[in-house]
């Protein structure tokens, strides 16, 4: 079944190789905590913060050898109390497991996005 996995992180400074960097560590912990391969997601949608826009995000999958998962990057709404300088991701995944075993992961700043949910290694599952 395709289910949604969430993940958000956050940089300190729009430059291009921290939200590379950062995209990339969430990307792989995403795919590992749910046990992931290229082959099993189907494809990745990325917001950045209006105050992100030294790169797209979605470089940082084909950097990791995800050559073929269909990405795109989207501008995240500008809410006056929204969190600045993140990254977030939602991933469309083919997984086995139920809808409330999905591990979705909330690095950096991020957490505080789903405190609600965290465990102790800071993913929601």
């Not at 939200?19 to 992931?36: P, V």
């Not at 995000?57 to 950097?63: D, Q, Y």
Request: charge should be negative; include cysteine.
């Amino acid at each position: 079944m395709i289910r949604g996995i969430r993940g958000a992180t956050t940089v300190e400074h729009d430059d291009s190789q921290e939200i590379l960097n950062r995209t990339k560590e969430l990307l792989l912990e995403m795919a590992e905590r749910n046990r992931l391969t290229p082959e099993n997601i189907s494809s990745i949608c990325f917001t950045l913060t209006p105050d992100l826009h030294a790169t797209f995000p979605a470089e940082a999958a084909r950097l990791v050898g995800w050559r073929y998962v269909p990405v795109i990057c989207m501008r995240e709404l500008d809410v006056p109390h929204g969190l600045s300088m993140t990254i977030r991701v939602l991933m469309h995944a083919d997984v086995t497991v139920s809808q409330d075993s999905v591990v979705h992961v909330y690095r950096e700043r991020a957490t505080v996005l789903r405190e609600d949910l965290l465990d102790k290694d800071g993913a929601v599952g």
